[in-house]
């Protein structure tokens, strides 16, 4: 009878249903039906000079097959190399940060934490990526002081870890907020019991924090790392033109060619490679770490 | 202390009414007219001369990015349009006669059009007129004399080791591509055979010279305000406020340096119920002495052949001479049909050397 009562919530029951009526129908009128006209979109044939495609434009493979390009593949590599790399960086940031807030700090002084990074989250994109320009840009203080350390704010380096830097922006206080109910789930005397047996803290942490932490990290990462590949204002501002993010190449398809068949096929291939990315990612993890 | 008697006040009340009635009728008098314009300058410029009319009360909406973005938008919503006119110019005149979207004009519905040299009117595929030019603006290489450390007399200085990211260089959908036909010119090409000008950016891009890819307007102007870069090439607007306040070297008159001209103009919209009132202020727009205040305060040259060109312009003046000699015009029918495939293939080769 107890095993039974504890099996109901978790299956779905007919009068369920009616709840997913109103998501449903958003997500159709707002997600599904805008995607498929964007997939139509990618197969049309586009003349150069006009603005999209025609109403009755005949369907073609090549707005994709112009994309298999070793150039097309360095803007993806360039794409995901650094959205990787940020989010990586944001976690080994956000981690130890929760970690800290979680079991370091009172709980009145974790609601000013967390009420700090809310804030930054509301704090919009544009105005955290003309700060860093400001700051680091071409006409920023600290812009005399790199040069006399010799590092040139022109050069490519700069200009990529700039464009990490401003991904950061977002992703340390997203990821933070993330970690914290992850850490919170934790029991902490596990680590206690592992310590008072003899092992080092790290390896207490390393162990048995890390691993019950996994799936936190994994929604963290996809998280902080969807919103970096699909970045568009960093990398315009911060990029100085030079670091382009695929974001940006759809950008100027649609909006200053007006190629829209092109802008709509590598939109596709994007979302696919998201998708494909977070599939994989999700599946090993979840595989390694049940 | 203020004191009014109780005479006194009534008396300003009934004035203040009166002021109040007179402008409200006048405001209703003006027929109300949405019209889309670049900001800055040019914005202001037209404010002020429609602050010199009463007949149309203009709802300014501002182009957001280049003025291609105002295309999707308009197709979204057509055959309803929310635009009485939209400034542009060449490019952006192209795909709306595409569309077929436009109004043609003639001198019967826009008078003052008759002292605009008509040669540089933008036409359909039937020979009518389907833009109003305004002004002309000029695309050119310049730098700031101050802190370039090469004088820049050619196009081979730009390869100049001491200028080592400090060229800014616009990126691939700005200036209409006409940076890659300068270069194309200077290496026996032209806008129909583009292969030099390629193989001239590639080595531009390998030599490490462009420190910036502009984006935007303001990507010009700041990076050349503040020294991030020295020089490269430009449009007008992105100069006009620079050179208030920097030594600029304007090259529209260097041999070797090619300068390009465009107009801005008003591309007037179908469907629209205030189509007369429309075509009266556009020509009230481009009369002798709007067109001369437009040109000292938005930083292009007028058109009309009867407006005073201020002296600040007096770079973008030519004789016929000099117009031979220093300005290129290009096939723009060729140019702007080749804007994508150019776009795709500084993606491919340029865009993976800077």
Redesign the interface.
């Known amino acids: 009878m107890e095993r039974e009562s504890r099996k109901r919530p978790t299956q779905p029951g007919r009068g369920s249903l009616p709840l997913l009526l109103p998501a449903g129908t958003v997500f159709m009128g707002l997600f599904f039906l805008p995607m498929a006209g964007l997939f139509l979109e990618s197969f049309r044939l586009y003349v150069p000079g006009s603005i999209g495609s025609s109403a009755n434009a005949p369907l073609t493979f090549a707005n994709y097959l112009e994309l298999l390009t070793p150039a097309f593949a360095g803007f993806f590599f360039e794409t995901l190399r650094i959205s990787l790399l940020a989010s990586l960086v944001g976690l080994l940031f956000a981690f130890p940060l929760a970690y800290w807030m979680t079991r370091g700090v009172s709980p009145r002084w974790r609601a000013v934490g967390v009420g700090f990074f809310v804030t930054l989250m509301f704090l919009s994109v544009l105005v955290r990526t003309y700060a860093l320009e400001l700051t680091f840009g071409a006409a920023g203080p600290l812009r005399p002081l790199l040069l006399s350390l010799g590092i040139s704010p022109n050069g490519r380096g700069y200009i990529e870890t700039l464009v990490g830097a401003g991904l950061l922006h977002y992703i340390v206080p997203m990821a933070t907020l993330t970690l914290l109910g992850t850490i919170q789930n934790v029991d902490p005397r596990l680590v206690d019991a592992a310590q008072a047996l003899g092992a080092p803290a790290w390896k207490a942490h390393l162990t048995i924090t890390l691993p019950l932490c996994m799936r936190g990290l994994l929604a963290a990462f996809l998280f902080a790392f969807t919103f970096s590949i699909s970045a568009f204002v960093i990398p315009m501002i911060l990029g100085k033109g030079r670091v382009l993010f695929i974001s940006n190449l759809i950008y100027n398809r649609f909006s200053e060619i007006a190629d829209y068949p092109s802008g709509a096929a590598i939109s596709i291939v994007l979302f696919a490679v998201a998708l494909a990315i977070v599939y994989v990612m999700s599946h090993q993890v979840l595989k390694r770490w049940k | 202390m203020l004191s009014l008697t109780r005479r006194q006040a009534l008396s300003a009340a009934a004035a203040a009414g009166a002021v109040a009635v007179f402008a409200s009728r006048r405001a209703a008098a003006a027929t109300p007219i949405t019209a889309v314009e670049w900001g800055g300058d040019v914005v202001n410029a037209m404010k002020q001369i429609e602050a010199k009319q009463d007949k149309v009360q203009v709802n300014w909406v501002l182009h957001q ?2 003025s ?2 105002i ?2 938008k308009i ?1 979204a919503t057509w055959p309803q349009a929310e635009y009485d006119y939209v400034a542009g110019w060449e490019g952006s005149f ?2 709306m006669i ?2 077929d979207w436009l109004v043609p004009v003639t001198v019967a519905t826009v008078p003052n059009l008759a002292d605009i040299p008509q040669k540089i009117i933008v036409k359909n595929a039937k020979g009518e007129w389907m833009a109003v030019p305004r002004a002309v603006g000029g695309i050119y290489f310049a730098y700031r004399k101050d802190i370039s450390p090469v004088e820049i007399k050619s196009i081979e200085d730009l390869f100049d080791p001491k200028l080592k ?1 400090k060229i800014c260089w616009p ?3 700005q200036s209409m591509m006409l940076q890659v036909v300068a270069l194309a010119l200077h290496g026996g090409g032209n806008e129909r055979n583009m292969d030099p000008g390629w193989a001239l950016m590639k080595k531009l891009a390998e030599s490490g010279n ?6 935007t307007d303001t ?1 010009f102007t ?2 050349l ?5 020295v020089g490269g090439f430009y449009s007008e607007p992105q100069l006009t406020a620079v050179a208030k306040s920097f030594p600029l070297v304007r090259l529209t008159k260097q041999q070797g340096l090619p300068t390009f001209l465009y107009q801005s103009g008003f591309a007037v919209f179908k469907n629209r119920p205030n189509l007369q009132p429309t075509l009266d202020f556009i020509n009230f727009c481009i009369s002798p002495e709007m067109s001369s205040l437009y040109a000292e305060v938005a930083g292009e040259a007028p058109l009309n052949v009867k407006a005073k060109t201020p002296d600040s312009l007096k770079h973008l003046a030519f004789t016929p001479e000099e117009f031979d000699k220093y300005v290129y015009v290009p096939d723009f029918n060729e140019v ?6 150019w ?2 293939r500084w ?3 340029i ?2 050397l ?1």
Request: no cysteine.
């Open positions: 990015g280049g291609g973005a295309l999707p197709k192209s795909g595409k569309e990211g990126g691939p959908t462009i420190g910036r890819i502009a984006v990507d700041t990076s305000t503040s020294g991030e870069t702007l049909t080749q804007q994508d495939a776009t795709k993606e491919n080769e865009a993976p800077l």
